[in-house]
């Protein structure tokens, strides 16, 4: 049954039971009748699950808090980490926001796109860039037919996969805005989030595929969750010029 165990161990009666040759080619026997192992205990155990799990979290070298400016492309914005258990997932469905509802007019005037750099089962880098809606969201797919490269994210059993978030600004003549505010009180700022939903659906926010299991994780599962970007960065019109 999922979740429990049975344990057995194969062990040598005695060493009679036992025949070798050495290099000689001469017969060599144990020398009484001591059960090698000594033990029936097993030390390998081997539990049976359903499917694996599934954790979100920031990374630790997420971006540090900083200025963006007009115009500007693939600036790093966020990291997150996502870390398995049992088994090995594949990423199908994820969702990158401005999930803070005083920043989500802020990031959608000024956020032209974003882009994700991770790893697929291969190991090779690969990236994935979707345009930002109004809504101030941009909801990634991958899909694997069984033939050709496999493009999906995919996080090692027991391991981790960090999904790096970068940004295109927009331009001026594309509705950006500005801070004008002095420094000590920014007025134009926001971060980058991994959220569970899209258009308030779990089913769109987020799906995994277990790798053995195949089952399915959205957006609802246990584990998943929203996690926000580590810090906010600031959106100026120039960048500075000496």
Request: proline share 4%.
């Amino acid at each position: 049954a999922s979740g429990t165990y049975d344990y057995y161990a194969f062990d040598i009666i005695s060493t009679s039971h036992v025949t070798a040759l050495d290099s000689s080619s001469n017969t060599v026997n144990g020398d009484d009748n001591t059960g090698p192992n000594g033990e029936t205990t097993a030390t390998q155990v081997l539990t049976v699950a359903s499917s694996g799990t599934l954790t979100p979290s920031q990374a630790p070298d997420s971006p540090i808090k900083g200025a963006a400016y007009w115009g500007q492309n693939n600036v790093p914005f966020s990291k997150f980490r996502l870390t398995s258990t049992v088994e090995g997932q594949y990423i199908e469905k994820l969702t990158i926001a401005a999930s803070v509802a005083a920043e989500i007019i802020d990031a959608a005037a000024n956020v032209k796109s974003i882009t994700l750099t991770y790893k697929n089962k291969a190991g090779s880098t690969l990236t994935s860039t979707q345009s930002f809606t109004s809504g101030a969201s941009a909801n990634f797919g991958w899909s694997y037919s069984g033939s050709g490269t496999d493009l999906r994210p995919y996080v090692p059993k027991d391991s981790n996969l960090d999904v790096a978030v970068a940004a295109s600004l927009r331009t001026s003549a594309e509705g950006a805005t500005q801070d004008t505010g002095v420094a000590s009180t920014p007025t134009v700022f926001f971060s980058l989030d991994l959220t569970d939903t899209y258009n308030g659906s779990t089913t769109n926010g987020f799906k995994a595929v277990g790798e053995g299991s195949g089952t399915v994780l959205d957006g609802a599962s246990t584990n998943i969750k929203s996690v926000s970007g580590k810090n906010n960065l600031y959106i100026y019109r120039v960048y500075p010029k000496v």
